[in-house]
């Protein structure tokens, strides 16, 4: 039997995210969605797409602190990630602050060989709609 490859991430932090609130600080959270690139870009297919949230970080502003693990069970078509960060908002539409996708394949494969699972600890340039960067972690 083969056994289900798992893919844990944790979300450490953001600093520098885009500011949208005018009078207030921003209620940021991390929404990591794993699935195929097609599947991710397609609206319509969001019941294909594995979908976990870190916690509202309340008044965490434009440097929010999660250290947040998520843990998926991957499917054989899951080839990306894609990491968004949104500011919580309470009477309306929660807004894109900004987000990144990621190719799965281009994570671990220098640990083959290796009796760990792969490790990767980076940070991760997340960008908003004016391609200013957004730091995380």
């Known amino acids: ?10 979300v450490k932090k953001a600093t520098d995210l885009k500011d949208v609130e005018m009078f207030q600080s921003m209620d940021p959270y991390c929404r990591v969605q794993i699935g195929s690139r097609n599947d991710l870009q397609d609206a319509s297919k969001a019941t294909r797409i594995l979908s976990q949230e870190t ?6 502003g434009t440097d929010p602190v999660w250290d947040h693990k998520l843990e998926f069970e991957l499917r054989d078509e899951d080839t990306h990630m894609q990491m968004s960060c949104w500011d919580k908002e309470l009477m309306s539409k929660d807004d894109l ?7 799965l394949s281009s994570i671990g494969n220098d640990c083959k060989d290796m009796k760990e699972e792969p490790r990767v600890d980076e940070a991760v340039d997340i960008y908003g709609d004016d391609d200013r960067k957004s730091h995380g972690k």
Not at 97 to 103: A, E, K, M, S
């Open 97 to 103: 602050i900004g987000q990144r996708t990621i190719d």
């Open 1 to 10: 039997t083969k056994a289900t490859p798992r893919l844990s991430v944790r």
């Open 55 to 60: 916690p509202i970080h309340k008044g965490g």
